[in-house]
């Protein structure tokens, strides 16, 4: 294979591999955070409540729309990180070319589709008459920059299947400081409102895409592309759909249930709606760690599949659950802590009733955080393993519960309801992944060492060309 800034997790610990890989991503996430969590207390603090509620009543559409597309472009790295550990350098690019033109056409209509139709959708979630305005301005923006934010993710999840987490973070760390400098520029100086959050927000994704674009088109030469690996191919692309649309699909079904949630939440006041964009914002900050060791367990369960090393899946996921639990009791303690001095960082001290409610909502979210790792790393190992259908259902599970929650009981119990959704989520959802997980590891262990496969069931790994084998050196770990 060859030498560039790629990592094999196929060889080595596979607790110091998840901890040397999910360090980088664990940065990235958070720099991502740190500037929704900037435009939310500079609008919060700024701009008010009010302001607030407003950027806040968007985001399970935001999650809705975007998760959509996060997900594809993760389903699409799934066929890459496979390829790069079975050594298949020429399947590894056509599958990179064939995701970039899916990628381009996907976003262009989802951008004019989701923008014409983001104020028709605020609309159908009760979103209140007084904060209308602010919301579709914001979401609108937001909306028609699909193609920007898919950029970026597509590529570095190319970059994080090759085994370079690192790079990505960079160019998210220079955007962050973009974003924070561009919002108070925007609502400070050129008092533009939400919009202006809207618009930082935009341009510094649009920088770390291009970052990432041009590094990716130089700094790797396995994907320095020979005669025909451009070619546009229905058999790679049909696996790339195969597996982007049901990650994507998982997004959309698990925001679904949050869009109900959402609703019920809106119904219920401007100070309900603040106290909850609040909460999760923190709550999603320290959330990162979980999306940073699962987006690890895509990556080494692809490429230990690939190279046919089923047990040191077994092993990752088992260290990273392990890293994550003491985590998650560290984060409680965080809270019980300093919870309420973190929900001042977004409202003024004079708004005590939404400073309590969001401190409510956290402390609950964060006393459940340990099913929330198992979905997150659980799900996302599934899907690095190929099966990436049946890890959707994991998102119909949630799906389930938050509207449930949000239809059968925030209605007579009100806002101390909508704070127990998420857990509910996550419990469901582990209840359906933890066998799910297990069925597949019999699958794949028959598919591997000489049981014929089931015939209704997903192919692990990328179907490889038929052509001489070149012989191919075992790439150095980078540290």
């Known amino acids: 294979m060859s030498q560039g800034k790629v990592k094999d997790l196929t060889v080595g610990s596979p607790t110091r591999l998840v901890l040397g890989f999910a360090g980088p991503l664990l940065f990235g996430f958070l720099f991502q955070q740190f500037y929704s969590f900037v435009d939310t207390a500079i609008v919060g603090r700024y701009l008010g409540a009010q302001a607030l509620a407003a950027v806040g009543s968007t985001g399970s559409l935001n999650f809705l729309i975007l998760g959509f597309c996060m997900g594809l472009c993760s389903g699409f790295s799934i066929p890459v990180a496979q390829a790069f550990g079975a050594k298949d350098e020429r399947a590894l690019r056509r599958y990179v070319a064939n995701a970039v033109y899916l990628c381009a056409a996907i976003s262009a209509l989802m951008a004019v589709l989701t923008g014409c139709l983001s104020p028709a959708l605020l609309r159908l979630m009760n979103t209140p008459e007084e904060i209308m305005q602010g919301a579709v301005e914001y979401i609108q923006l937001i909306f028609f920059a699909i193609p920007v934010t898919v950029a970026y993710n597509m590529a570095g999840g190319v970059m994080r299947s090759l085994g370079d987490s690192r790079t990505p973070v960079v160019f998210l760390a220079l955007a962050s400081l973009v974003n924070v400098a561009l919002d108070l520029l925007f609502i400070l100086n050129f008092h533009m409102g939400v919009r202006g959050a809207a618009l930082a927000t935009v341009i510094s994704q649009f920088a770390s895409g291009v970052g990432c674009i041009a590094v990716l088109t130089r700094r790797y030469p396995v994907l320095r592309m020979e005669r025909g690996d451009a070619r546009f191919s229905g058999e ?3 696996r790339l759909l195969g597996m982007g649309i049901p990650f994507g699909l998982q997004f959309t079904i698990t925001a679904v249930g949050s869009v109900v949630v959402q609703t019920s939440v809106n119904a219920l006041g401007t100070a309900a709606v603040a106290a909850v964009t609040a909460g999760a914002k923190i709550s999603n900050f320290f959330a990162c760690m979980f999306d940073a060791l699962a987006t690890t367990m895509t990556t080494f369960a692809g490429q230990n599949i690939g190279a046919r090393k089923l047990s040191r899946v077994d092993e990752g996921l088992r260290a990273t659950g392990r890293i994550g639990c003491v985590y998650c009791v560290a984060t409680v303690a965080v809270v019980l802590l300093w919870g309420r001095d973190l929900i001042g960082l977004f409202v003024s001290a004079e708004e005590t009733q939404v400073l309590s409610l969001a401190y409510q909502f956290l402390l609950i979210n964060s006393v459940f955080y340990i099913p929330l790792l198992l979905v997150n790393i659980v799900r996302l190992t599934i899907q690095g393993m190929g099966f990436t259908r049946l890890a959707m259902f994991a998102g119909l599970s949630e799906m389930i519960a938050r509207t449930l929650v949000a239809l059968l009981l925030v209605p007579p119990l009100g806002y101390i309801a909508a704070c127990f959704a998420n857990p509910a989520a996550w419990f ?15 699958t794949l262990h028959g598919r591997l060492f000489g049981v ?9 790994a990328p179907r490889r060309e038929k052509r001489p084998r070149p012989c191919l050196c075992r790439p150095r770990a980078t540290h």
């Open 428 to 442: 469901a959802a582990d209840a359906f992944l933890i066998p799910c997980y297990l069925r597949c590891r019999r």
């Open 236 to 238: 790679h692309a049909k």
């Open 452 to 460: 014929a496969p089931e015939p209704d069931e997903e192919q692990p």
